[in-house]
């Protein structure tokens, strides 16, 4: 029977590392998505997908694509941004046959509102703290108050006023506030799961007894079964289904009052689980139609003392193939790119009648102002000898792809480099743009068509960097998917961006021109270095040690 598959989302949570896993361990197949491509929760997950943010018009539309994509049975959101997208484009997920695993869009308003939550509250006649009213703000208030935004998460811009002036300032900055009667007792958390229908299945109490930036870092399991009840008519009461973080904190009078309803897993809901509240594996119980085991083993008392946890990635474990950029990558084009810009002087000084001399200086001087990757550069030199016609570009263009009788030669280290890959069967690749004629002829003195499996001519492609076709047409011929792909060049953007567009791993390497220049904003690269030979020596131990 094929596994159940559920797209998470909030992998990179700092639970998240913990919930994939014993969705996994229940039986799920388990797509991770998040907005973050370095998520921790990915490495966790079958499949990891980097989604747009929530506020984005395109989250939703690929959130669907995923579904397709991936044949998803359940998508299953964490991050409260996306409770209420997510819940309004439910028929669509479901014409593709997709169940979502929220309450409707009507109970996680009135649930993530905390204003509405408070007056459900009231309605149900269960206990939460008194909201102050507009009209109230102005007149004598018990201080100390509590001030926080109507809809917000974690401790984010919530704050205790203890006089008028303190209230006056914390309003001015809070977004939406709600101010409500100040708690000065121990917190709780009540995790709850339902039914699927909305039925109440059972609660684990939580007390708090640390907490940081919301999230609780230090607490203790207890048995309550009266405050286990009053949870019951929360969930109940509001129709939640699935699981539910509610919040409690104790008033003058040492009794319990709801101040949050979050209807997903709480931060804590680990501590839950440890202590023998089933949530994550009954909830796969009740997606595929079987009865939950419940709270058979639960023991109270339980105290969790969280702490940090590394996890290492080291993306050269992932390649299975390498490719090249030419240029200054693979060899010195110094010589080369000054022989070429010689033609052009000398094209432009026989055309014009001009001294060649000269205009090769000034050639030179320009070229080192602004760089052999500017978009002009023979523009802007012709422009103060009053030559910058289209005639004469075209001339330049053409001069600069002549024939150029520099000898050419690899950087030291480099044919050692592909021999060794060679050697460890890791298909190779080189992926250059820029006219392919010219290429041809460099690849030709290099001597590089025996050293590497395939070569990319962009210019052959009509694609030049960074767009990403090349290096998508390489990762085809070396017969990888592109995030198996590995590609190393040294410019920031041609070679830097065009991985990343790819969704190849990007190794910048730090020699020629481009060597001191920042990384683009666009991208930044997975791995920097200077030693080429240094990088392909990862590439070949990593692969041994598989």
């Not at 006089?163 to 009540?190: H, K, W």
């Not at 001087?365 to 500017?374: F, I, K, N, Y």
């Amino acid at each position: 029977m094929k596994p159940l598959t559920i797209l998470r989302t909030g992998a990179g949570s700092a639970v998240a590392p913990f919930v994939l896993t014993a969705l996994r361990a229940a039986g799920a197949r388990v797509v991770a998505a998040d907005m973050n491509p370095l998520s921790v929760g990915f490495q966790f997950a079958d499949r990891a997908l980097a989604i747009p943010a929530a506020r984005s018009a395109s989250f939703i539309p690929a959130l669907l694509d995923a579904c397709r994509r991936e044949q998803v049975d359940v998508v299953f959101p964490d991050v409260d941004e996306e409770l209420l997208p997510v819940a309004r484009a439910r028929a669509e997920f479901e014409q593709l046959g997709v169940r979502v695993l929220l309450s409707p869009e009507d109970v996680l308003a009135r649930c993530t509102d905390k204003r509405r939550f408070a007056d459900e509250l009231t309605r149900l006649g269960l206990p939460a703290p008194r909201v102050f009213d507009p009209e109230e703000l102005s007149g004598n208030l018990p201080f100390p108050v509590f001030v926080k935004p109507r809809a917000g998460r974690g401790s984010a811009h919530t704050h205790k006023a203890c006089d008028r002036s303190e209230l006056d300032f914390v309003l001015a900055r809070v977004p939406e506030p709600l101010v409500q009667e100040y708690l000065p007792g121990r917190e709780y958390t009540i995790d709850t799961l339902s039914t699927l229908d909305g039925r109440f299945l059972y609660a684990s109490i939580r007390e708090r007894l640390a907490t940081d930036s919301g999230i609780s870092v230090k607490g203790r399991t207890l048995e309550w079964p009266a405050l286990e009840e009053l949870a019951r008519r929360v969930v109940e009461g509001l129709g939640i289904i699935g699981p539910c973080c509610l919040q409690g904190i104790l008033d003058h009078e040492g009794k319990i009052r709801f101040t949050d309803c979050n209807p997903r897993l709480g931060g804590g809901t680990v501590l839950s689980v440890a202590a023998g509240a089933p949530i994550l594996d009954d909830l796969v119980r009740l997606l595929c139609g079987e009865a939950p085991i419940g709270k058979v083993r639960y023991r109270a008392g339980v105290i969790m003392l969280r702490s940090w946890h590394e996890t290492y990635l080291d993306p050269i474990e992932r390649v299975r193939a390498v490719a090249f950029d030419l240029d200054e990558t693979l060899f010195d084009r110094r010589d080369h790119f000054a022989a070429a810009l010689a033609n052009v002087a000398t094209a432009i000084a026989d055309a014009a009648s001009l001294d060649r001399a000269l205009l090769e200086a000034s050639l030179l001087e320009t070229w080192h102002a602004l760089g052999s990757d500017h978009d002009h550069i023979f523009d802007t030199w012709l422009r103060p000898h009053r030559l910058a016609s289209p005639e004469h570009v075209r001339r330049c263009v053409e001069a600069f792809h002549g024939r150029v009788d520099t000898p050419l030669a690899l950087r030291p280290g480099v044919a050692d480099a592909f021999v060794a890959l060679r050697d460890a069967g890791i298909p190779t690749a080189i992926v250059t743009d820029g006219r392919a004629s010219t290429q041809e002829s460099k690849v030709a003195a290099l001597g590089l068509a025996g050293r590497v499996d395939h070569i990319v001519y962009c210019g052959a492609l009509g694609a030049a960097k960074p767009d990403p076709a090349g290096l998508v047409e390489a990762a085809r011929l070396l017969g990888v998917s592109p995030d198996l792909l590995l590609f190393v060049g040294d410019h920031p953007r041609y070679d830097v961006v065009m991985a990343r567009r790819a969704g190849a791993i990007a190794a910048r390497v730090l020699t020629g021109e481009f060597a001191d220049r920042a990384d683009d904003a666009e991208a930044t690269p997975d791995i920097t270095c200077a030693d080429l030979g240094a990088l392909a020596r990862r590439v070949v131990d990593a692969t041994r040690a598989r």
